[in-house]
């Protein structure tokens, strides 16, 4: 290459320009539902009072400093809410990983394509359903009176159960749900992974003499390293999050439950009947802030691990 092309500028091309408005109305999303509101933070630090529209609100409200922060820590609540985030989130990301790992393994075994598709199916389904739908076929199942699983109980002879009272059944029961819901979704992404590894190092394999288990573990796993690590940076980066859907509209909000189904975004919903919007904004700005935190300290503990597996 001469010296001349190699000072010589990238010219934009057609397909610059195409892929551009390609973008495009991503960008746009982004700007508007992600970035704009952004400007919002500011209500974090003021005593938000509504004197007419939102700017002429935002801007006559007075500053207040860090206040609308005490309200999260002062609460006598904020240990149990702090332990069932962060507890409910560290089993979410272990099962989140494994499970769909090992689904999408034994999916990827089948030798017959169309029942792979029906598994797929099967287990993508739930993941469309709205937790309010969810919560209606969680009653119909565990209400005291009418619920199939108290109904089956009585037919043996047993005594029904207070499911909605009894609160040494929902961790297991709220894990149980989280897996159910989210299983297909996280075995498909897993699964195109695995679809586009190179059959050849499969054939080379077989002909060496591998059986499918030492496959599994010398081609097809550590190719899927990267997927993985990425999957599991993302997810720690919103331990400090719950599923509002999960965790407020399955349990019913009943107060039986309080000290195993209350988390950080319950607690913030639970607080703006009674509380201010600058309250519930600086929850949301603190959440932020620590899942940003917790997620480049993964990316730089991965990243001294295996650079190559870094996010960024």
Avoid at 69 to 90: C, G, K, M, P, Q
Avoid at 232 to 241: N, Q
Wanted: glycine share 6%; with cysteine.
């Amino acid at each position: 290459m001469t010296e001349k092309n190699k000072n010589r500028k990238p010219r934009w091309s057609r397909d610059d320009t195409e892929l551009s408005i390609l973008a495009t109305p991503t960008v746009i999303w982004y700007l508007l539902f992600c970035f704009l509101p952004m400007f919002g933070i500011i209500i974090a630090f003021k005593e938000f009072k509504i004197h007419g529209g939102f700017l002429e609100s935002l801007f006559k409200s007075d500053w207040i400093g860090f206040r609308n922060f005490e309200f999260l820590f002062s609460s006598n609540d904020a240990f149990i809410i702090v332990r069932n985030t962060l507890l409910y989130n560290i089993v979410f990301i272990i099962l989140g990983i494994v499970l769909p790992v090992a689904t999408a393994l034994m999916v990827g075994q089948l030798h017959s394509k169309k029942m792979a598709k029906v598994y797929q199916t099967a287990m993508f389904m739930p993941y469309f359903l709205s937790w309010v739908v969810v919560a209606a076929l969680v009653w119909a199942f565990l209400s005291y009176d009418k619920g199939f699983v108290n109904g089956i109980i009585e037919s043996v002879g047993g005594t029904p159960i207070q499911w909605y009272m009894e609160k040494k059944y929902w961790p297991g029961l709220l894990i149980f749900m989280n897996v159910w819901k989210g299983l297909g979704y996280s075995m498909v992404v897993y699964l195109a992974t695995i679809t586009g590894i190179d059959s050849t190092y499969y054939e080379a394999a077989v002909i060496d003499g591998a059986t499918k288990w030492q496959q599994m573990r010398h081609i097809t796993i550590p190719l899927m390293k990267t997927v993985i690590i990425m999957m599991f940076i993302m997810s720690v980066g919103r331990i400090f999050y719950s599923d509002f859907g999960l965790f407020y509209q399955v349990p019913r909000d009943s107060n039986s439950l309080y000290t195993v189904t209350n988390t950080i975004d319950v607690f913030v919903f639970k607080q703006l009947k009674t509380s201010t919007p600058g309250m519930a904004s600086a929850a949301a700005f603190l959440q932020s802030v620590l899942g940003c935190i917790t997620i480049l300290t993964a990316n730089a503990i991965v990243k001294k691990i295996d650079p190559e597996s870094a996010m960024i």
